[in-house]
């Protein structure tokens, strides 16, 4: 079945170190976002991909990177600059060249940093 | 002033209600989204709407672009309905492009039996 994989579900890491989560999907998809969900808050744009070896900031870019090396993959590094890296993480993923385009989200991957 | 707002926050309900959940936006929009989080985390979405109504099954989602609101439904509403019900805008964008969804804050709705 077509869909986007996050992984870990779970992850614990010490505060100064930098962690990269997971996003893969099997959908063809162009475009693939990366956003974080707080308690009480939207969930907001970290960064957004159109296609392989390109990729743009969202509205909370900072502390944040990511690489675009192949279609399916878009991994997200949460680096020791984050100053509250602690939240739930969401991967997702799109078709573009479309006005109106549904939207596939991965299951999440749940950071804490301790 | 958030660009989406959603409304009520929080809604517990018997089961067997009519639920309704309401989302108004400030900008010009291609879609709106109406998206479904569970307690685990993930989200599945539920209707894309740029005019109109749409249904599927018991949830029922209405678009009122000239008013820049949206409803969604939920008849014989059920305590497995029990979720975070999220909407969420594509702004437009001459010549289209992706540049993420804006989201609301979510409502969380429990349904009692």
């Known amino acids: 079945d077509g869909g986007i994989t996050q992984s870990p579900k779970y992850l614990f890491r010490k505060e100064g170190q930098n962690v990269t989560l997971s996003c893969e999907q099997n959908?063809?998809?162009?475009?693939m976002y990366w956003y974080r969900q707080d308690p009480g808050q939207g969930l907001r744009l970290i960064y957004y991909s159109q296609i392989v070896n390109d990729f743009q900031k969202g509205d909370i870019a900072e502390g944040y990177s990511v690489s675009r090396e192949k279609k399916e993959s878009f991994p997200l590094t949460v680096t020791s600059a984050q100053k509250n890296p602690t939240a739930f993480y969401l991967c997702?993923?799109?078709?573009?060249?479309?006005?109106?385009?549904?939207?596939?989200f991965g299951q999440g991957t749940r950071l804490t940093v301790v | 002033k958030n660009e989406v707002e959603q409304s009520p926050q929080n809604l517990t309900a018997q089961e067997g209600e009519f639920i309704t959940i309401n989302c108004s936006y400030s900008?010009?929009?291609?879609?709106l989204h109406w998206l479904q989080q569970h307690p685990g985390g993930g989200i599945v979405s539920l209707f894309m709407l740029s005019s109109g109504k749409k249904k599927h099954g018991r949830l029922i989602a209405t678009i009122n672009i000239q008013e820049k609101h949206s409803s969604l439904h939920i008849t014989a509403s059920h305590p497995r309905d029990s979720a975070v019900y999220i909407c969420a805008v594509r702004r437009f964008r001459a010549g289209g492009g992706a540049d993420g969804l804006t989201f609301g804050k979510g409502t969380h709705l429990i349904i009692q039996p």
């Open positions: 959908l063809n998809h162009d475009a």
């Open positions: 900008v010009g929009i291609s879609a």
């Open positions: 997702a993923s799109s078709i573009i060249g479309q006005l109106n385009t549904e939207a596939f």
